[in-house]
Each structure stands twice: as structure tokens, then as C-alpha cells.
């Protein structure tokens, strides 16, 4: 750690130290230019065009003129390089042309006209700037300066001058910052060396734990025994591992009494689970065996058991892939809720696709049981309403339930469908919420024991030999 610190310390004095020799540098670059702009003839930069003017007096002297600026400042200190300048095309202002140019060499120099062709960021005429960014041309990499010259059409100076002083200044800093973080790092590795062997092996122990624990092995005991940090720390995942394992021997007892939504909304509440409720709109599903009471007396006990848990086993699989929660088995019947403990805006739809597709599960029981001589079917009754939903029982036992007249006429409904017989029963107030969802045909206003009131009613239309999905039973 205190490698990596020295080694971050110095890489930050390094950059630092680098932008300040740069900033100074820009500094000089801004000023020589400036200066350069200052000096020159703009009048007889308007005079040049083309190649023909390069033999005119006003050119060679400019030429001249810039050379001894260019000459005089190639100093180990500035390291200028090239100093010409520019002006916008006639055609297109976006384009620079050069004017006149100090190099001598042609094969380094730009004539008359030529398209000054750059990598960096385009050239701001109208303002003097040492640019912070190198910039690509032609002949080389540079640091850029520019400036505009008075009282000419758009003529620009520019001096290019060589980043090898800053290079140059900063290698023997460079080498000095790496032969320190060497010197540091021969005293500290055998320090670390000898420090991490009496860490490393308790630390792999508890990597190794933890990963276990992270795999659901919950028996995972660690047997660090130390009075230090590392044995505080393997004592609370000791702890830990065996809190964990008690609450998944929990979870999975929990599980086989209430569903998957109720178990995870309990488990993830930071209350605790009591005796309350909550008022909310739900929908109700009640499926029951039709003449199931006189089929024990004709079979084995075992027999019957068997059948019920093998019926119950495709039941539920049905109603957790549509999200609803097992309330409660009552005898061969089954109370589903829809909507609760977790909102649900497509309650009423998901009850209608448990519905159909249980009656499809049925008839692949049915076909199952052939052998046995059973032929059984089921009533399945629907409602939407708003129910008190919640703990309910005593503090030593209790179940998540509904309760309400909106349970009840569900509960009604079903007992209907067998005077009516149909298969699937719902109330209007489920029908509101998903008319022209399904294939419904209406059964008229029936009378439902415990009410005084009459409410139409729909079943569902579904044919005996379809098996195509719920979905495309949707209209």
C-alpha cells in the first residue's frame, strides 16, 4: 500500500510538474506570436495571391522578416520551429491558404496558395491563442500558436514551434521519480513479503468460507481461533452461517404452507409478521371436485390421498405460474387469491387463464385415470371485489387470508356452476375488468344463496378437445 501510495504520489507530481513547464511554454509561444502579429505589414499581406507574388518585394521581405523572428527564437528555451502565415480561401472561409512561408527548404515549405492542411482544431482567425493540444500537419507534430495581423483581409500568423525542451526537461525528472519508487520498492517488498504471509492464509480461510457460504453450505464453519480482527471476523461468519442455514430450514417448511409471494413478502417486511390487515380489491378464485364426498367410501385411503395430493400438485403448479396465492385447501377444494399481498393490476385476467388452464390439467388427469375408473370434474368460481386481506388466527398460529363478502360470492359461484353446468363461473365485476379478453357467454341473472340481491353472471367458452394456449383464446 505504501508502494502504490509513493508510486501515485510521484505520477501526480510528474503530471503537475509537466502542465506547469508547458503552461510556461504556452506562455512564451503566445508572446513571440502576439509580437510577430504586431510587426507585420498587413497591407502587404493583402498583396499576395498567388505564385506569381512570391517574387515581388513585399513577399521577400515579409519572408525575410519572418525568418528573423523564426532565427532569432530558436533558442534551447522556445525551440521554435516554423513561423508562416495564412489567410482565408476566396471560395470557402472555412480553408486556409498559406501566404508566405519562412522555410527554406522546399521540401519543408509551402508555396503561395497551398491548402494549409492540419490534424488539430481548426485556426480561430480572429483570436490569439496558444493552443494547449498538439496539432498534425504535413512536416510534424507541434505546439501551436496564433495570431491575427491588423489591418489585412483575414491574414493570420502562425508559429509552430517543437516539443522536445518540455521532452527534454522532463526526462531527468521522469528518471529521478523512477529510481525513488525503486529504491522503495526494494525496502518494502521483503517488509510486505514476510506481512502478507501472516495474512494471506487466514484471509484465503475466509475467501474460501465465504464463497461456501455464498453457495448455500450453511454448515461452513471456520476454525480460526485467534484474538485478532481475523478471528472477530470468523466468529461473526460462524455466526452468520448458522443464522442462515436456520432461516432456510425456515424457508422451506414455510414454504409447503403458503406461497411463494406470500413467504418472500413476509420474509423481506422489516416488521413483524402479526395480527394486521389491509383493506384492497382482489379477485377470488374457489375450484372444488363435484361428488368428490361419496368417492372415499368406494377406495383404499392411501388411494384417496394419493389422488388429492397428485390433483393438488398440478393445481398449485398452475396457480403460482399465474401469481396467485394458495389461501387455503378445504377438503378437495382449493381458495385462491389474486391481487394480494402484492398488487396485481391483471388479477382478473391471470384468475381466468388459472382457470382454463386447471381445466386442461383435469382432462390430462382424467385421461391418467381412465384405469381407475375415475372420471372427476371441478366447478371453479370467480369474483372481484375489495376483501380485508391479512395475518389472521392467533398469536400462535395464524394464516394470510381474506375475508368478506367479496370471498363469500366467490365461494357462491362456484356452488352455481353445477346448477348452471358450466365449468367456470364469474361475477359481473370480474367480467368489467376483462370483457372481450375471452370467449364469454353470458348465463343470465342468478340468485346466489346469502344474497338478496341478483348479478349477471358469465362462463367462459372452453371446448373440451382445444388445446391451444390461453393466449390465443384472447380476442
Known amino acids: 500500500m505504501a508502494l502504490l501510495t509513493n508510486g501515485i504520489s510521484i505520477a501526480v507530481m510528474y503530471k503537475l510538474l509537466r502542465h506547469y513547464l508547458y503552461d510556461g ?18 497591407d502587404a499581406l493583402k498583396t499576395i495571391h498567388g505564385h506569381a507574388d512570391e517574387a515581388s518585394p513585399a513577399y521577400q521581405q515579409l519572408r525575410q522578416q519572418l525568418r528573423r523572428v523564426r532565427d532569432a527564437n530558436r533558442r534551447k528555451d522556445t525551440q521554435m520551429q516554423r513561423v508562416f502565415t495564412v489567410m ?5 472561409s472555412k480553408v486556409l491558404l498559406v501566404t508566405v512561408d519562412s522555410e527554406e527548404s522546399l521540401e519543408n515549405s509551402a508555396r503561395v496558395g497551398e491548402v494549409y492542411r492540419t490534424g488539430g482544431a481548426a485556426i480561430d482567425i480572429d483570436q490569439t491563442v496558444a493552443e494547449e493540444n498538439f496539432t498534425s500537419d504535413e512536416f510534424g507534430n507541434w505546439l ?16 509552430e514551434a517543437s516539443t522536445t525542451w518540455v521532452e527534454s526537461r522532463m526526462k531527468p525528472i521522469a528518471l529521478s521519480a523512477l529510481g525513488s519508487l525503486l529504491l522503495a520498492a526494494l525496502i518494502a517488498v521483503p517488509g510486505t513479503f514476510l506481512l502478507s504471509r501472516r495474512v494471506s492464509r487466514p484471509l484465503s480461510e ?3 468460507a465465504v464463497e461456501l457460504v455464498g453457495q448455500g453450505k450453511f454448515d461452513t464453519r471456520l476454525g480460526i481461533l485467534s484474538n485478532d480482527e481475523f478471528g472477530a471476523v470468523a466468529r461473526a461468519l460462524n455466526t452468520m452461517a448458522q443464522q442462515l442455514g436456520e432461516r432456510e430450514r425456515m424457508k422451506t417448511a414455510f414454504a409447503r404452507y403458503v406461497s411463494h409471494q406470500v413467504m418472500d413478502s413476509i420474509l423481506a417486511s422489516d416488521k413483524d409478521m402479526g395480527l394486521s390487515g389491509d383493506r384492497r380489491r382482489i379477485t377470488v378464485l374457489f375450484c372444488d371436485i363435484r361428488g368428490f364426498s361419496s368417492m372415499p367410501e368406494q377406495m383404499p385411503p392411501g388411494k384417496v390421498v394419493q389422488l388429492l395430493n397428485e390433483y393438488f400438485e398440478q393445481m398449485v403448479e398452475v396457480i403460482f405460474r399465474n401469481n396467485g396465492t394458495p389461501d387455503k385447501f378445504i377438503g378437495d377444494g382449493i381458495m385462491v387469491i389474486f391481487g394480494a399481498p402484492e398488487d396485481d393490476p391483471y388479477q382478473e385476467e391471470r384468475a381466468l387463464k388459472t382457470a382454463i388452464e386447471m381445466q386442461r390439467e383435469l382432462r390430462r388427469l382424467r385421461k391418467k385415470w381412465e384405469g381407475e375408473g375415475l ?12 376483501a380485508i386481506v391479512g395475518n389472521i388466527g392467533s398469536s ?6 381474506a375475508i368478506g363478502d367479496t370471498v363469500n360470492l366467490a365461494s357462491r359461484l362456484e356452488t352455481a356452476t353445477k346448477d348452471l353446468g358450466v365449468g367456470i363461473l364469474i361475477s359481473e ?10 370467449p364469454f357467454r353470458n348465463t343470465g341473472s342468478v340468485h346466489v344463496r346469502g344474497r338478496s340481491e341478483t348479478g349477471q353472471t358469465y362462463s367462459v367458452e372452453e371446448l373440451e378437445g382445444t388445446s391451444a394456449p390461453v393466449e390465443e383464446l384472447v380476442s
Open 144 to 159: 501551436r500558436g496564433h495570431a491575427p495581423v491588423r489591418d489585412s483581409s483575414g491574414n493570420v500568423v502562425v508559429v
Open 88 to 92: 482565408r480561401a476566396p471560395q470557402d
Open 25 to 42: 511554454y504556452r506562455a512564451k509561444l503566445l508572446s513571440i506570436t502576439a509580437s510577430i502579429a504586431t510587426m507585420l505589414d498587413g
Open 375 to 386: 372420471s372427476i370434474r371441478v366447478g371453479i368460481g370467480i369474483n372481484s371485489g375489495p
Open 396 to 401: 400462535r398460529r395464524m394464516e394470510y387470508t
Open 206 to 208: 475466509l475467501h474460501g
Open 429 to 438: 365485476y370480474t367480467y368489467n375488468a376483462v370483457r372481450g379478453s375471452f
